[in-house]
């Protein structure tokens, strides 16, 4: 270990806090996990992930990156009931522009709820020597001045009253979610508070659990009906999770809300572009309660703007960039905020001085991506706050509609849009010769037709996938 690596805190046994505590132990003698929450042992709903209940995705690179952090975790993950899913072959996804066209591929992602993958996360993180989880602990400031970071102010809830410690550490992590009070710490050290992007299409969710019937009809594994703003505002998705379940989740923009009765869920999904979610689901025997989640908005924290930063202090995962949940971009995020934590330590010659900084800019940059897809997407409903549509926007709106039409027809195009939704490319990817050549030809040809469908479509792909 080098000079000052002895302690590290995390605050925050979120996904991003567990991913930085793996990487942490890589470097420090050990690393510490706060949490307020009573930790379940196994895939429980806890309150501190309000919305666990809803549909999550690890997309390919984030499922890449977890296995590299914890090899054989894919293999525990289907051990204990997830499912892996061939993006490209096992998903009738239906854009805004037509079915994707479907072939066997590279990109696999795990299909579970959320409760699962965090609980055999944190149960392979705790098998790591030198970290240790703390549950039931509120960290309520920060210790130290200006300049620097020494360690973190401990609330502990007893059995009669709370009674507050100090924690001393060399570096502070806090990776404590979407209300992350952050800010607030850095304004009680005298510092300024970052400047905040927020754009809000104000979008709910609705979701509940189906038992998945012996012999469903359609050759299909998973469903994804897409909005097409701004005319169409609803969306559905289907995914298969552990024990035999379907997790269905609702979603409606501009403050179209998806329902929490059972009348007004079924209405809605047979609301949708396409009735196959609807149909799948019609006769299925409901497990849960419905569920509902509107705390979607997109939210950045410019951390990286401000002129005087506290050294030895990290922000990182959501408490820094917060997705709308529907892309299903933010654990992977997450993933690659820890992949850039790796790089900045591995690049440290001596002490920690720098590293905090160095760290919120080079993140800056990796969320620049994953944001300006997101809020694009987002400003295509009409009652999106924050922001509006500018011209490259709506230039860029045009071309990723040429993009899709193209995908329900041309494998390669499709291929090219998936490794960047799935993450695996930068957006540069969709822009490469051979794709742009398409699309100037379609466009060209006349055959473009960029007005989202918003009419029902048929109960099927209208093709097969291919081997």
Not at 36 to 45: I, T, V
Not at 278 to 305: C, F, G, K, M, V
Not at 423 to 428: A, N, Q, V, Y
Request: aromatic share 8%; glycine share 8%.
């Amino acid at each position: 270990m080098k000079k000052g690596r002895a302690q590290a805190i995390v605050v925050g046994a979120s996904m991003a806090g567990m991913l930085a505590a793996r990487v942490l132990a890589d470097f420090f003698e050990q690393v510490t996990v706060l949490d307020r929450d009573a930790l379940p042992d196994g895939a429980e709903f806890r309150t501190g992930v309000p919305q666990a209940k809803h549909l999550h995705a690890l997309l390919p690179r984030g499922r890449r990156i977890l296995e590299g952090y914890f090899p054989g975790i894919t293999a525990d993950m289907q051990a204990a009931g997830a499912e892996m899913l061939d993006i490209a072959r096992d998903i009738a996804w239906l854009t805004a522009y037509g079915w994707g066209t479907r072939f066997r591929s590279e990109f696999e992602g795990l299909s579970s709820t959320r409760d699962l993958l965090d609980s055999i996360v944190r149960a392979r993180l705790k098998q790591i020597p030198n970290v240790e989880v703390l549950q039931g602990c509120e960290v309520i400031g920060l210790v130290g001045e200006r300049n620097g970071v020494e360690g973190v102010r401990l609330r502990l809830a007893g059995e009669m009253d709370f009674v507050d410690e100090i924690l001393w550490a060399d570096i502070v992590i806090a990776a404590t979610g979407r209300h992350s009070r952050a800010a607030r710490w850095l304004k009680e050290l005298g510092l300024a508070e970052p400047e905040v992007d927020c754009i809000d299409a104000h979008v709910g969710y609705a979701s509940r659990m189906f038992l998945r019937p012996q012999n469903p009809r359609g050759d299909w594994r998973a469903i994804f009906v897409q909005a097409a703003p701004p005319e169409v505002k609803r969306a559905g998705i289907l995914f298969p999770v552990e024990k035999n379940r379907w997790l269905v989740t609702l979603q409606g923009g501009d403050r179209d809300y998806p329902p929490s009765d059972d009348n007004g869920f079924l209405e809605f999904a047979g609301s949708l572009r396409s009735p196959m979610l609807y149909e799948a689901i019609a006769d299925a025997e409901p497990l849960t309660p419905i569920s509902s989640y509107r705390a979607t908005e997109n939210r950045l924290q410019h951390y990286e703007r401000l002129r005087v930063w506290p050294e030895r202090f990290l922000v990182m995962g959501d408490a820094v960039c917060a997705f709308n949940p529907v892309y299903g971009q933010g654990m992977t995020a997450a993933a690659l905020a820890s992949e850039n934590l790796r790089g900045c330590l591995a690049k440290q010659k001596d002490g920690l001085n720098g590293l905090a900084q160095r760290f919120q800019k080079r993140l800056a940059r990796i969320n620049k991506a994953p944001w300006m897809l997101a809020t694009s997407e987002d400003l295509r409903f009409a009652g999106t706050e924050g922001a509006i549509a500018n011209r490259s926007t709506k230039l860029m709106h045009r071309y990723i509609a040429w993009v899709l039409q193209l995908a329900t027809r041309h494998r390669s195009v499709r291929k090219s849009f998936l490794e960047v939704q799935g993450m695996l490319k930068g957006p540069s990817a969709i822009f490469r010769p051979s794709v742009v050549v398409r699309v100037v030809k379609q466009a060209i040809s006349g055959r473009s037709d960029t007005t989202a469908l918003g009419a029902p479509l048929p109960n099927a792909c209208g093709q097969k996938a291919a081997s």
